[in-house]
Each structure stands twice: as structure tokens, then as C-alpha cells.
């Protein structure tokens, strides 16, 4: 048997499926395999087993493993909002949800450094980050969906006293995480325009950006200086989300407007940008974030408004090249 027969001999039957050539010259076995689609602890796992399935044989002092993998275009969406507290979190937890239930391979970064909600949005608040070596791995959610989040880099009310280059380097380690197969990064960013959003703009490249906003004026204002900062970055503003829109009341049924009404679907008319839906202001929403199911994970009397919302933002990144 030549050299080359034995080395293709030597590799597991599981695995002859990715080899795309095997040589051997002067006790060197190079083998190329063929690891799409694979995440990154596979891919050591795939490089380990053919070092010592191959390494075994005793003609060969030394084996060289090249990995060839697709490029993947997986897609980053940011979900920024110009103020805090307008639902920014809630909308990010749910669209992932309601986008994986749509069949996509969806992943949830919290960079929210001041108030990381994801975990408890998620219902992971419990687990612990593994990593291996640099490389963070997400933690699986119940709803098909990954995520991370600054809350598990950071010890709470730490995060406070960060500065621009500290914030880069854990947006870094979140984005570089080991994310497999996901098609679709969601980002939830912290609420204005600071470091987070600079350092995102600047070193990734998101294919859109999701606004929300509460239909108040003050709440408005913020959001166009958000809908301002992704502009001049050139992220394509996939539309605006109106939230807390109508308040129905659970006890007499009546509907008021604590924040008012249909004010975020005129700005967005005014600043030329999509409207892609509003979710009212309702008691079972708070109740089922805080408990760590998102309404959109069940058939949930608001489940339709997120899914609404999610399609509109799944039909745009079908239809974008970025
Ligand atoms: N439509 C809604 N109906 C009822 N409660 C809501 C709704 N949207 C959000 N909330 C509640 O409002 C609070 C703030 O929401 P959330 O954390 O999503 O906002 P945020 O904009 O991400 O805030 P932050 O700036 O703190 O990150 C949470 O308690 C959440 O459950």
C-alpha cells in the first residue's frame, strides 16, 4: 500500500467524507479537509482526530492539518434606542425568538454595559460562560436561540467605570465568540450614543439597524439622534418600532395612551425611514420578561406583534447583500 493509501486508511470512516487530499512526502502526511459549517471547538475536535488517527502510522513524523471552511455571511442587526428604559431589550429578545421560530440560526448579543437584560430576558441569568482559550462559547437558551452578554463578563455595577478601549475589547470577545452556524447576530446596544455604539460602527459592519422608541416627543428626539449616528456610519436603517403604543387596561378593558399614540409612525414618516410596527403597553409583556419567557417564544395573545415585526426585518436582510 503507497504511503497516501495508508494515510487515507488511517483516517476514520466518519470522517474520509471531509478529506480533500491527503499527501506524503519525507515523513510529512499533509492533509486538507473540508470543515464548513462547522463552529470552532468542531473544527480543533475534527484537526485533533486526524493529527492522531494519522500521527499513529509509523512512517509519519509530523502531521500538517489544513482546515478549509465556507466564509460564512452571518449577518449583525443592532437594536439601539436613543433613551433607556423604552423597551429596547425586550424587543431584541423577542425578535430573536420569533426569528428563530422562523427557521433562522439566531444568536443574541447584550451589549448593553449598563444594564444587562438578556440573561434574565433569556432566561439564563443561571448559567456560566464557558470559553476555550480566548474563544467565549454561547450559551444555549430554551428558545433555539444563543446568546451572550456583558452581564456574564462583568461583575454588576462594575461596568460603570468603563472606558472605550475596555469596552472594544469585550464587544470583541462577545462578536468573536464561537458562534457555529448562526446566520443572524442580534445586537442589543445601550440605550444613546456612547463607546459601545462607536466601537460597533466602527469595527463591524451591521447590515441594519432596528430603532425603537416610545411614541412620547422626548423619547423621539432621542431616537432620531440614534437614527442620526447609524446614518452617518451608513448602517441602513431597517425601520422604527413604536413601544408601550396604547395601554389596555386588564381590569375595565378601556385603552388609554400613557406615552401617547402613533407619534413614532409620523417621525419615521418625517425621517424617511420604515415603520415596521408597534407593541402596546400591557402587563402579560413585563410579566412574561421577568419570568424569562418572551411572549414571542408562545402563542401569547402579543406574540404576533414581535413575529410582525421580526418578518419585516427577515424579508429586508433576504433582500440586502451586506
Ligand atoms: N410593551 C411593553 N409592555 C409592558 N412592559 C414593557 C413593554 N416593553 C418593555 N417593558 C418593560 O419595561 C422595562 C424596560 O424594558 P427594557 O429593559 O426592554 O428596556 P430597554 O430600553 O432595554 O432599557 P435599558 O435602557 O435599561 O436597557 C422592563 O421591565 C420591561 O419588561
Known amino acids: ?66 482546515l478549509m471552511a465556507d466564509k460564512r455571511e452571518r449577518k449583525i ?104 452556524d448562526t446566520d443572524l447576530l442580534l445586537v442589543d446596544l445601550p440605550p444613546g450614543t456612547g463607546d459601545v455604539q462607536l466601537s460597533m460602527l466602527q469595527n463591524f459592519k451591521p447590515a441594519g439597524a432596528v430603532v425603537i422608541s416610545t411614541p412620547q416627543d422626548l423619547a423621539l428626539i432621542d431616537a432620531t439622534r440614534a437614527i442620526d449616528l447609524f446614518k452617518q456610519a451608513k448602517v441602513p436603517i431597517i425601520g422604527l418600532v413604536e413601544n408601550m403604543a396604547g395601554y389596555l387596561c386588564p381590569e375595565c378593558g378601556a385603552v388609554s395612551a400613557p406615552f401617547g399614540q402613533g407619534g413614532t409612525e409620523s417621525a419615521a414618516q418625517a425621517l424617511g425611514v420604515p415603520f415596521l410596527g408597534r407593541v402596546p403597553l400591557a402587563m402579560e409583556i413585563r410579566v412574561a420578561s421577568d419570568t424569562g419567557q418572551p411572549p414571542a417564544a408562545n402563542e401569547t395573545q402579543h406574540g404576533p406583534h414581535f413575529s410582525g415585526i421580526a418578518a419585516q426585518v427577515a424579508s429586508y436582510l433576504a433582500g440586502s447583500q451586506g
Open 1 to 66: 500500500m503507497s504511503s497516501e493509501k495508508a494515510i487515507k486508511s488511517a483516517i476514520p470512516a466518519e470522517l474520509s467524507g471531509m478529506i480533500r487530499s491527503a499527501k506524503f512526502a519525507e515523513g510529512v502526511a499533509t492533509i486538507v479537509a473540508d470543515a464548513s459549517g462547522l463552529g470552532r471547538s468542531a473544527m480543533a475536535q475534527l484537526q485533533r482526530e486526524l493529527e492522531q488517527a494519522v500521527g499513529a502510522l509509523p512512517e509519519v513524523n509530523e502531521v500538517r492539518v489544513a
Open 77 to 180: 442587526v443592532v437594536v439601539g434606542s436613543g433613551k433607556g428604559g423604552v423597551g429596547k431589550s425586550t424587543l431584541t429578545a423577542n425578535l430573536a425568538v420569533a426569528l428563530a421560530r422562523s427557521g433562522m440560526k439566531v444568536g443574541v448579543v447584550d451589549a448593553d454595559i449598563y444594564g444587562p437584560s438578556q440573561p434574565l430576558l433569556l432566561g439564563t441569568a443561571n448559567e456560566k460562560v464557558r470559553a476555550e482559550g480566548q474563544t467565549l462559547i454561547p450559551v444555549q437558551t430554551e428558545f433555539g436561540v444563543s446568546m451572550l452578554s456583558m452581564g456574564q463578563l462583568i461583575e454588576p455595577g462594575r461596568a460603570i467605570a468603563w472606558r472605550g478601549p475596555m469596552v472594544g475589547k469585550a464587544l470583541e470577545q462577545l462578536m468573536e465568540a464561537d458562534w457555529g
